[in-house]
């Protein structure tokens, strides 16, 4: 009786097929994974530096409402609402920010914030005087005012964000650099794999 060699391989050729269907999904899942984590670190990027240049431009548009203020102070009671409206949204986007940059557990990062939220917090206040003038000599005294104290403080505001966006951008790279070797060493086990399929 002949030995049949056909069922042999069949068996080897299901058994390949198998194999190479088992690699290709172990394949995608980490390409997949891999993806993930680059799109959430992107976003997250994209989210604190959204906010970021929020709180700028609001410390900015302040600036130009007193300016308003300081030029026709008849206005004073818009221009107040205005800027309360801004200490308010600029308030929540400071919590926003917050919450946004707490996961990373950088013990920099939470000092930078907190100095962030200190120094916002003075500057806000720091315009409460500046609506009581009245006369000219108290406007007078208010622009000195605005030169001593407000610049200032928005000076170390916009320093302070801009510390924190750079900690932010080195914090992208350092993950980048952690995705590209997750890359590499998903291209190395491809590449065994395939020699281990070819060997087989």
Sequence with gaps: MRFRTWPVAALALCGLLLLVVF??????????????????????????????????????LSGI?????LL?????????????EFRSTNRTTLVELVALTQGGGDETNSNRMATLQAQLDEYWKAFDPLFDSTTAGELARASGFLRSELIPRREAVLA?????????????????????????????????????????
């Design 23 to 60: 690699s290709l999904l172990t394949a995608s899942r980490r390409a997949q994974e891999i993806y993930t984590q680059l799109d959430q670190l992107n976003t997250h990027h994209r989210q604190v530096d959204a906010k970021l240049r929020q709180l700028r431009s609001h410390v900015h």
């Design 160 to 200: 302070i964000a801009q510390e924190i966006e750079l900690l932010n951008n080195a914090s992208l790279d350092e993950e980048r650099a952690e995705v590209a070797q997750r890359h590499g060493e998903f291209r190395s086990d491809l590449l065994k794999l395939l020699w281990q399929s070819l060997l087989l």
């Design 72 to 84: 026709d102070p008849e206005q004073s009671a818009e221009n107040r609402q205005r800027l309360a």
């Design 65 to 69: 409402f007193v300016r308003d203020y």
